[in-house]
């Protein structure tokens, strides 16, 4: 399985940044990203959330500010999962998984 880096530079806030825009405009869809945070010697699951343009993780604190680090340690995403919202008990409303996040990155795929 291939991991996707994010460095803590730009590049991993405007991933994060246009993640969010594309959910903002089809606010009918959950996306699940996973992934770890390497603390010293020993990695961290990590689950970030992003639903109607907002992020939100799960299993850490994140910053909303965009002038900080995203998240303050160095992680990999290494899952992205899309869902149909909102989630519902008896439903499966999973639509596609995948492992780069690029593929997310095209708003087409949201769809």
């Known amino acids: ?31 699940k990203i996973k992934g770890y945070i390497l603390k010293e010697n020993h990695k961290e699951q990590l689950e970030i959330i992003i639903f109607k343009g907002f992020s939100s993780s799960t299993t850490h604190p994140i910053e909303i500010d965009l002038e900080k680090k995203f998240i303050e340690y160095n992680y990999k995403l290494t899952n992205f999962k899309l869902y149909e919202a909102p989630l519902k008990k008896n439903k499966d409303n999973f639509i596609r998984e995948k492992q780069k996040s690029f593929f997310f990155l095209n708003k087409k795929n949201w769809i």
């Open 1 to 31: 399985m291939e991991e996707t880096l994010a460095s803590r530079t730009m590049a991993e806030i405007d991933l994060i940044k246009n993640l969010e825009k594309i959910s903002s405009e089809i606010p009918n869809r959950i996306l």
